[in-house]
């Protein structure tokens, strides 16, 4: 089975592949062209960026000189997580389309509840008028779903709360060691769909002997261990690589984790830069 042409179904209809290609800390230029263009060649249909990546213009550079039609990838980017107000979410969009190259995108977020230099500040009343701006934008078709980025429980309670349209996606976090259950809960039960960032754990899940030696008795590498882990979870885990055999080898994830080494993963916590 050829996990990347799996798909979940979110909660408007939309197909949302199983498995991304994340560009998070992918550098603009040369570096996100090869990377995408690798990841499309090798069959990845879900390319995941965002405005503060400074990287959409390369994406969509590699996306248009794939030759392969642009209703065949699922494109995803962000609103900068500074921009609470209706009209500026409105114009970073129209910034976000030129630079992509394109006239809609499949799924919009809002990158997080906060500034990235002011986290924890309470912005509920901006991330209304921003997610009024994306309503706006999904009803006219040119995004086809939208969603929100590192979202609490009570971020969007507020949000659902003041607004028309339940978001379509909470990107979050995700990965062995970090398991979010508050915020999964309460969007399991609104039927908001989880998408998994940095499900490597920035890497450092990758030194963990549990996962090194679990791997071994399945004939995966760790990466895989933490990939499928995600996917059990029934989450769409967003890889990242600037490798080509790595690209491949994380999409190669069909296989099974048994209950009781689930079980074993689940126990694994705390801060994966202190593994290994």
Not at 20 to 35: N, V
Not at 175 to 184: A, N, V
Not at 241 to 262: G, L, T, Y
């Amino acid at each position: 089975m050829n996990m990347l042409k799996q798909t979940y179904r979110l909660s408007n209809g939309t197909e949302l592949p199983k498995i991304g290609f994340g560009t998070w800390q992918i550098k603009p230029g040369d570096e996100t062209y090869h990377a995408v263009s690798a990841a499309l060649k090798n069959g990845y249909r879900h390319i995941d960026t965002a405005e503060a990546y400074r990287n959409e213009e390369s994406v969509g550079q590699a996306i248009k000189d794939s030759g392969i039609p642009r209703d065949d990838i699922f494109l995803t980017t962000k609103l900068e997580s500074h921009i609470k107000t209706y009209d500026e979410a409105l114009e970073a969009f129209e910034k976000s389309l030129d630079a992509l190259k394109t006239d809609y995108v499949d799924l919009f977020l809002i990158h997080a509840p906060w500034p990235w230099n002011e986290i924890g500040k309470d912005c509920k009343v901006g991330n209304r008028e921003a997610w009024k701006a994306m309503e706006k934008i999904y009803e006219e078709g040119r995004a086809k779903a939208i969603g929100v980025s590192n979202f609490k429980p009570d971020d969007l309670e507020d949000l659902i709360r003041h607004t028309t349209i339940v978001p379509h996606v909470n990107q979050i976090a995700y990965f062995i060691g970090l398991d979010q259950k508050e915020t999964i809960d309460y969007c399991l039960a609104k039927d908001i769909f989880i998408e998994a960032y940095s499900p490597l754990g920035i890497g450092y899940l990758l030194g963990n002997e549990t996962i090194k030696d679990m791997a071994k008795r399945y004939g995966v590498s760790p990466a895989q261990i933490c990939i499928r882990y995600d996917l059990e979870k029934g989450t769409a885990p967003l890889p990242k690589s600037v490798h080509e055999h790595r690209m491949i080898e994380n999409a190669q994830v069909d296989f099974k984790i048994k209950d009781e080494d689930m079980r074993i993963l689940d126990a694994i916590k705390g801060d994966p830069r202190k593994w290994g």
